[in-house]
C-alpha cells in the first residue's frame, strides 16, 4: 500500500495501533526507495520508524484497505 501523505511524519506505532484497531490488520514491512533501483525493505519497523513520501507498506488483512 503507498502510505498517503496523512501518514507522513507519523510512526510506524501509530500505523500499527491504527491498522489493528480499526480493520484487525497487521503492518509487516515498509519499503523504502521503490523507484530506485535498490528497495530497501524493513520487515516488522521499528516503533519510531518515521513515514516519508514514497513509503510503501505491506500488511496483512482481511479485506482490501487503504491508508486514506
Known amino acids: 500500500l503507498e502510505v498517503s501523505s496523512s501518514w507522513v511524519g507519523k510512526t510506524a506505532l501509530e500505523l500499527f495501533v491504527w491498522l489493528k ?23 516488522n519497523p521499528s516503533n519510531d520508524y518515521v513515514f516519508r513520501e514514497d513509503d510503501r507498506v505491506i500488511v496483512v488483512a482481511h479485506e482490501r484497505i487503504s491508508l486514506d
Do not use: D, G, I
Open 21 to 43: 484497531e480499526t480493520h484487525n490488520a497487521l503492518l509487516l514491512s515498509v519499503e523504502q526507495n521503490h523507484s530506485l533501483p535498490h528497495t530497501r525493505v524493513m520487515v
